[in-house]
């Protein structure tokens, strides 16, 4: 099983990647927020410097509806020693589907089809996408899926919503059905609602076939997430092998450290305090000031909470503070007062 870690906008950048590879791992790839400008600012090319990815498989991702925007920020990708890039046609934002980017871009197939042609005969480096599977009706995915099939997409992670239904109600597990029962064209990634081993293992018995997770809340609440399902589904091939042979399933084995990076699969306070910490001194050497570093961190303390139980007089604590010193002080209060909740399938 291959997994990904999604995209999230201001949280998961080389900052929050770099912590996460060092203290948990057991990721194959990990994607960038998007980029959208073509002259890549600031923020744009600290997430894609080399010595800022350093051992880690990283794809940018590229936000547009411009094919000759698309192909200068290829080619100024490339540059920096990358050879594949992802399109961004799942973000279901409205401001960004309002102007069709994004998952907006789904509405306008025509334009699509030819943007994609376009891009696929002049880019320098190959292209992977991320989609929705329409705006308003999942109807529309036939047609969107006939249009992808006509390219040498280098991988297509489906998250089965509309744009209309942001995050809301369940994925169609039928749209990602269908993309598997296609001509096999490209390799397909699931995206969408793995929050725990349960709701991985649920979707791999309706689609057994499924090879590929990109996963973004899950780990952002569980950071172990990743270095559990590896777990459970190696524990499933060993026990469907032991069965065949009529012998005891052999021990679960991890991937290799130097693949995926260190992985720990039950999880720590200390480690989740040391995670915490290496990204909370990455904030504050690079932002300007102790208000944009603990706006950060507030961010993340919104999916980071769920890691322990009866925590809510401790998270007002740490949405208060206003300098270091208070922050430091509430995290703290909370990591010794509070239990993880118990790792549950």
């Known amino acids: ?26 990721i194959d ?32 991702q590229i936000l547009t509806n411009r094919a000759d925007e698309f192909l200068l920020i290829a080619g100024k990708i ?50 992977s996408i991320k989609t929705r599977i329409g705006i308003e009706s999942i109807e529309e995915w036939a047609r969107i ?33 269908a993309a598997l029962a296609a001509p096999p064209k490209f390799p397909l990634c699931y995206n969408g609602d793995i929050i725990s081993v349960k709701s991985c293992e649920a979707l791999l018995d309706r689609l057994p076939q499924t090879d590929c997770m990109m996963i973004g809340r899950g780990i952002l609440k569980n950071p172990a997430l990743p270095a559990q399902i590896r777990r459970m589904t190696q524990s499933t091939i060993d026990t469907a092998i032991g069965l065949q042979s009529h012998q005891a399933p052999q021990q679960p084995s991890l991937p290799p450290d130097d693949a995926v990076g260190a992985v720990s699969e039950a999880l720590r306070k200390e480690t989740l305090k040391a995670f915490h910490d290496e990204i909370f001194e ?11 570093t603990l706006f950060k961190m507030k961010d993340l ?11 809510d007089k401790h998270l007002k604590k740490i949405r208060k503070a206003s300098n270091y010193t208070d922050y ?18």
């Open 78 to 127: 490339a540059e920096y020693g990358y050879q594949t890039v992802n399109l961004n046609l799942g973000c279901p934002s409205g401001t960004v589907a309002a102007r069709k980017r994004g998952a907006g871009f789904l509405s306008v197939p025509d334009a699509l089809d030819c943007f994609l042609y376009e891009i696929y005969e002049k880019s320098p480096v190959k292209i």
């Open 328 to 345: 430091k002080i509430a995290v703290n209060h909370l990591f010794r007062a509070c239990e993880l909740v118990s790792a549950s399938p």
């Open 29 to 60: 790839k990990y994607f960038t927020p998007f980029i959208a400008s073509k002259k890549l600012n600031r923020r744009e090319l600290n997430e894609i410097l080399p010595e800022h990815n350093q051992n880690l498989n990283v794809v940018p």
């Open 282 to 292: 990455g904030y504050a050497a690079q932002m300007p000031g102790e208000t944009p």
């Open 145 to 177: 899926l006939e249009i992808y099939q006509k390219y040498p997409i280098d991988e297509l992670i489906i998250h089965p919503r509309l744009q209309k239904e942001f995050y809301q109600y369940k994925p169609h597990a039928e749209a990602f059905e």
């Open 301 to 311: 303390w919104t999916y980071l909470i769920a890691c322990f139980a009866s925590a």
């Open 1 to 26: 099983m291959k997994l990904y870690l999604a995209p999230m906008e201001g949280i998961t950048t080389y900052i929050y990647r770099t912590a996460y590879y060092h203290y948990f791992g057991g």
